[in-house]
Nanobody, 123 residues
Framework: QVQLVESGGGLVQAGGSLRLSCAAS????????MGWYRQAPGKQREPVAT???????NYADSVKGRATISRDNAKNTVYLQMNSLKPEDTAVYYC?????????????????WGQGTQVTVSS
């Protein structure tokens, strides 16, 4: 099975920065799309940023210019650098991965989610 380990969340003052990391491990053949979603209390989960295996990136309008997503294929890790943080960035951030995994004698493409890491931005 695939395991995702998230790190980098915490409490930061407005205007500060954080870098979130998500490392995947397990019976991985290849990693396709990786990204970050977030969910604030009382709101739906929304995409923040994604990056494909080809390096194409997408950002939510709310974080454009402040966030940078990147990946290290050798480490099966995706990063989200966030600068100029705002109180409205406060949410639980979830790592998302689309991975081709080994299933015994077979391979399959499955989606995996991290447990979530809390990001709190104070005024």
């Amino acid at each position: 099975q695939v395991q995702l380990v998230e790190s980098g969340g915490g409490l930061v003052q407005a205007g500060g920065s954080l870098r979130l990391s998500c490392a995947a491990s397990g019976s991985i053949f290849s990693i396709n799309t990786m990204g970050w979603y977030r969910q604030a209390p009382g709101k739906q989960r929304e995409p923040v940023a994604t990056v494909t295996s080809g390096g194409n990136t997408n950002y939510a309008d709310s974080v454009k210019g402040r966030a940078t997503i990147s990946r290290d294929n050798a480490k099966n890790t995706v990063y989200l650098q966030m600068n100029s943080l705002k109180p409205e960035d406060t949410a639980v951030y979830y790592c998302f991965t689309e991975i081709t995994v080994m299933r015994g004698l077979y391979r399959s493409r499955d989606d995996y989610w991290g447990q979530g890491t809390q990001v709190t931005v104070s005024s």
